[in-house]
């Protein structure tokens, strides 16, 4: 039986985070981080066991995502858009699509990316107009697309001018005829390769439609997405409380306040909770953790490259990254008030 956290954790701590800072500064991912990621079944990870996927239980896969966010954060957030790729394949009513890319996508020897963010706002960014006969033309903007240049197809979502219904549609992950790329110079994981598309007239036939889905049945699925999401900022906390304890700082504190948080956010998950909350609270305390790392390291912190100021970079990434208007008024209100 595989150790998922445990193989995680050899992952993170021999091949992530030794060049963490290097790929920070460089800017570009090596791709052995994912060649060794897809060589130890992660690319896998989605798929339920009754497809031949992992049998891995909840708390298993919290500690993967946020050990291996903690290792490479950067790596870590462009390897989890490819899970959105699998789970919408491995539910998709297009048979010959999911057999086309299946068994490459679950070795990880075809990499997947996923753009929701252009169906999400009301009216939407990213618009889509069936054509009579055969699929879709696609118009808009998909704002936020992470992994270009590394990921070999990207799911596209958009709404259906018409009846508000979403569609997801998979097109290589290529500039062409229709999509226009603009690079975005994020404050961290630069290495993700994060663009924004900009789309005109492109044209997908229905043989690449992934499926069309009633906007409160895509509602329910962003959930599990900014559930997970959650782990960026964990992992982040996680990373930085224990380059504290290595200084000698004491970080009971930082580590029962994690333990609420990740009760907080699963709780969200399970239906007990506000999830926008909680994901505001993991935020912060990135952001805590991080700044307490920078205070502990001193004045190297200050120095560009330093693991201190990567990551405090990186715990202001997860402020906004995946966020929604609630988690920004949720911080907002956190920050203004204080953290109790």
């Known amino acids: 039986m595989t150790h998922w956290p445990e193989l995680a954790h050899d992952i993170a701590e021999d091949v992530l985070f030794p060049v963490a800072d290097s790929v920070d500064a460089d800017g570009e991912i090596p791709s052995s981080h994912f060649y060794a990621l897809a060589d130890a079944g992660f690319y896998g990870l989605a798929v339920r066991p009754e497809l031949g996927g992992p049998t891995i239980d909840i708390g298993d896969l919290v ?108 097109v ?82 930082f580590a029962s306040d994690a333990e609420e948080v990740r009760a907080s956010l699963d709780g969200a998950f399970a239906g007990t909770g506000d999830l926008s909350t909680a994901r505001a609270a993991a935020s912060e305390l990135a952001v805590r953790t991080a700044a307490a790392l920078v205070t502990a390291t001193g004045s190297a912190a200050s120095i560009a490259g330093a693991t201190a100021e990567r990551l405090m970079r990186e715990a202001t990434l997860t402020l906004v990254a995946a966020s929604r208007p609630q988690i920004r008024s949720a911080l907002l209100d956190r920050f203004g008030r204080g953290t109790h």
């Open 172 to 253: 290589d992950a290529v500039a062409t005829e229709g999509i226009t790329v603009e690079h975005l110079p994020l404050i961290a994981a630069r290495g993700s390769n994060t663009v924004r598309l900009r789309i005109d007239g492109l044209a997908v036939p229905d043989e690449q439609v992934v499926g069309v889905v009633d906007p409160a049945v895509f509602a329910a699925g962003q959930l599990f997405g900014s559930w997970l999401n959650g782990c960026m900022a964990t992992g982040v906390a996680r990373r930085a409380r224990t380059e504290l304890a290595e200084r000698g700082v004491d970080v009971r504190r």
């Open 63 to 170: 500690a993967v995502v946020e050990t291996l966010c903690g290792g490479c954060l950067a790596t870590t957030f462009t390897w989890m858009q490819h899970h959105g790729v699998v789970a919408a394949l491995a539910a998709s009513p297009n048979t010959a699509l999911r057999e086309r890319f299946w068994d490459g996508l679950v070795s990880g020897s075809v990499r997947g990316g996923v753009a929701f963010a252009g169906a999400i706002p009301q009216p939407p960014l990213l618009y889509a107009r069936r054509v009579d006969g055969d699929g879709y033309i696609l118009d808009g903007v998909a704002p936020f697309v992470t992994g270009w240049g590394i990921v070999d197809v990207l799911q596209l979502s958009a709404r259906d001018e018409f009846d508000d219904s979403i569609v997801h549609v998979l």
